[in-house]
Every structure is written in C-alpha cells, then in structure tokens.
C-alpha cells in the first residue's frame, strides 16, 4: 500500500516535467484503480493527458531488468535525457535575486526621473504627449516587473523544495503576459532615446555658452556694469531655454530675494555663474543616467539568459533566441 508521503513523491516527479505539468494522475494496484490526482491547467494540454501508473510483482529479475533498460532510453523521458531531475525554486534563489534587484532598481530610478519631470513641465504637444506616455509606461511595466520578481522570491522562501516556478514559466498565460510587459518596457524605454539625446545635446550647448560668456569670477572682475550685464543677460537668455535653467534661476531669485537686476552686482554675478554651472552639471548627469537605462541598462538586462537573471530575462532574450533558431526563453 503507498503512504501519503510516496503518493505526494510520485505526483511531485511527475509533474516536474514540463510535458506532463498539470496532468491527472492514476494508480492501479493492490486490488484496487484510483485516482491519485485530478490534475490542473498548466498549459494547453493539460487536460488531454492522464498517466496510469501499474503496480508490478516484485522479485521478477526480467521485468526488473526491462523496466530499468526502458527508464534510461529516450522513451522513458519526456526530454529525451535519462532521469530529468526537478528544478526546484531553491536552485533559483541566486538568478532571481539579481533579477528582481535589476528590475526593482531600474524602476525606482526611472520613476524618480519620471515623476520630477511630470512635476515640472506640462505636455504642450503631440511630441511631449508620446513621451510622457512613453515614461509613465515604462514606470509601470518596471513597476509590475519588480513585483513579480519579489513573488518569485517569496515564493522560493516559503516553497524551496517546490518546482512551482518552474510551473509557472511553463504555463503560456503566465509567461506571454511577462514577455508583452517586458516588451512595453524595453519598447518605452527606446522610444525616449532620440528625445533623451537631443536634450543632451541641448545640455552640452548650454555648458559650452557657459564657457564661451567668459564668466569666471576673474573675468567678472576685469569686466565693467555694462559687459556684465551684457555677458550675464545672454547666458541667463540662453539657459532659460530648459527646466533645469529656469529652475535654477528661480532658486537664485529666492536665495537672494533681489530683482533680476542683481544679477549685474559684483557680488551676486559670480554666485549666479555658480548656481547655473552646478545645475547645467547635474542635469547632464541625470540625462545621462537616463539614457544608460533606457538604452543599455533596461535591454541588457531584459537579453539576459534565465539561468543568470531569473525573471529579469524578458522580451530581448526571447528575439535573440528566435533568431537564433533556438527555443524563446532558453
């Protein structure tokens, strides 16, 4: 008679092959036929398979004998190896971590970048539409990616001998609704690089009329009120053009609490020179982390194999295996 313990064996080995996941389960012996499980859906074929399985005497050297012949063959794996061994959640604990910690990472600086941005400045076109659209997508995707990353842990956590995700990767609902998000977000992410470059570009302009006025501290000295005010009213002119100038500007304005006319003083020139240099540098830098996530970071990331990403492996990975003619996800 089999114990609980050995039906729950059985019914675990069983469905660790991705073939059978989800199948019912039968048990013919001691006398009696019965039904050690009912199954589940798995995958679309789930329910058109049912495996029997038949106690035989022991003792029988020649049927001991086949059945171990037929156990190592390819007709005795579903993948055609002798023996597959489950993959359990433990085995994962390493890839999932990186995964998740990618993903949640990514989101967190994205969604800084996207909700000061969205503080700032209001869409005023079609083009500042698309890529406001395009930010908030990508905020939310990476969003749904860190929080089925974190499940997969918690579900190593509480289930390590389990092969559950293993299960869940190979169930279509579950992973073609990971690889579309996975895609939105990638997709998103590109989307905002030409824009995300022009404003580089824009930046680096910026920088360079900074140099180009001449306004160090020394050459405001050797300047008289009218080439100060000359000098400082075209750099204040160009970097108005941007957020980040004008933010700049209207931090001087309330630090000083003085008329824009100040802006010629011998004592508040330089200061303002000061203001404006250190929000054109962080503004490039903040650009160019947005540019290293959205363009290398994020599909990086997403191109990655499972085995060293877990569910950080996405939409990117799955082309190139295609391409390369191999099975998506590999």
Known sequence: MLSQKTVDQIIKKIHSYPEFAGCMI??????????????????????RIVIVIEEVPAGDAALDQELLKWSKSAAGSPEGSPNP??????????PELLGAGFQC???????IGVLGSAAGEVPSGGTSTFLLVA?????????????????????????PDDNSLE?????????????VVDGLGVASGLAQLPAALGKLLKLFNQRAALGAAGLTEKALREMNRAQRQQAVRKLVEELSKSKEGRDALGAFLRETGKEAKTFVSMQKAPKLVRILSDSTVRSLQGELLNIFISGVA????SGMPARWVGSGSGSVNWLINVVDAGKPGS
């Open 26 to 47: 039968g048990f013919e012996g001691d006398g009696q036929s019965r039904l050690l499980h009912g199954g589940f859906s798995a995958g679309p074929h789930s329910d």
């Open 85 to 94: 061994s489950t993959v359990t959640n433990r085995s994962r604990l390493g």
């Open 105 to 111: 990472g990514l989101t967190i600086v994205s969604a």
């Open 135 to 159: 930010s908030w997508t990508g905020m939310i995707t990476g969003g749904v990616q860190c929080a089925n990353g974190l499940v997969r842990i918690k579900e190593i956590v509480f289930a």
């Open 167 to 179: 299960r869940w990767d190979k169930n279509p609902w579950y992973s073609g609704i990971m690889l």
């Open 298 to 301: 994020q599909p990086a990331v």
